[in-house]
């Protein structure tokens, strides 16, 4: 199994930034797909972007243009960097993981977009 650790959320003004980092127990060149996801409150659970092992990344219309992933396969760990950050951006972010035809999620960690 893949256990996995999200850091890097907090609260940021409109327009800053934020990265975020998920470590995983298993070499990552080893997962098929890793990625980030949230769920703002009342809200389900979507998709922000995602990457395979062989380098595909998917992201979502509404964080395409600012929201960056990518990978550090010797430290295990996925990163999302976003950029020009939207109040629409708050949520928890988890961290997700598809290996050997299971999924695995982080804790989350809180993003807030505020002034």
């Known amino acids: 199994q893949v256990q996995l650790v999200e850091s890097g959320g907090g609260l940021v003004q409109p327009g800053g930034s934020l990265r975020l980092s998920c470590a995983a127990s298993t070499n990552i060149f080893s997962i098929y797909a890793m990625g980030w996801y949230r769920q703002a409150p009342g809200k389900q659970r979507e998709l922000v972007a995602t990457m395979t092992s062989s380098g595909t990344i998917n992201c979502a219309d509404s964080v395409k243009g600012r929201f960056t992933i990518s990978r550090d396969n010797a430290k295990n760990t996925v990163y999302l960097q976003m950029n020009s950050l939207k109040p629409e951006d708050t949520a928890v972010y988890y961290c997700?993981?598809?290996?050997?035809?299971?999924?695995?999620w982080g804790q989350g960690t809180q993003v807030t977009v505020s002034s």
């Open positions: 997700n993981a598809q290996h050997l035809g299971k999924l695995h």
